[in-house]
Nanobody
Framework: VQLQASGGGLVQPGGLLRLSCAAY????????MGWFRQAPGKEREFVAS????????DYTNSVTGRFTIYRDNAKNTVYLQMNSLETEDTAVYSC????????????????WGQGTEVTVSS
């Protein structure tokens, strides 16, 4: 069972990135998914989550209107489209999977992928 996040990199303020989270060894459509991030010297924080069926999503206030979480269950992959990136978005982004409903609480997630680093800088 493995989640693999990718797509991070260096981008200028105002730019965009798309992160991907691919699942190996299990089927993602049985799980709600979340993205979390941890900036240097800060606690891990919730970014976005999506229900198993894509019927509902949730975002932290600071990314609402700029980020979009979506999933392609046929590809066993969840995405985080990040637009209008700001320097404050610099962090290591991790994806996670959980049984049941989507959640903002990282402790409720069952599986975690390794992080992918996003740096927003001019």
């Amino acid at each position: 069972v493995q989640l693999q996040a990718s797509g991070g990199g260096l981008v200028q303020p105002g730019g965009l990135l798309r992160l991907s989270c691919a699942a190996y060894g299990f089927t993602l459509d049985h799980y709600a998914m979340g993205w979390f991030r941890q900036a240097p010297g800060k606690e891990r924080e919730f970014v976005a989550s999506i229900s198993k069926s894509s019927g509902s999503t949730d975002y932290t206030n600071s990314v609402t209107g700029r980020f979009t979480i979506y999933r392609d269950n046929a590809k066993n992959t969840v995405y985080l489209q990040m637009n209008s990136l700001e320097t404050e978005d610099t962090a290591v982004y991790s994806c996670a999977a959980k049984r049941g409903s989507r959640s903002r609480f990282g402790s409720s997630y069952d599986y975690w992928g390794q992080g992918t680093e996003v740096t927003v800088s001019s």
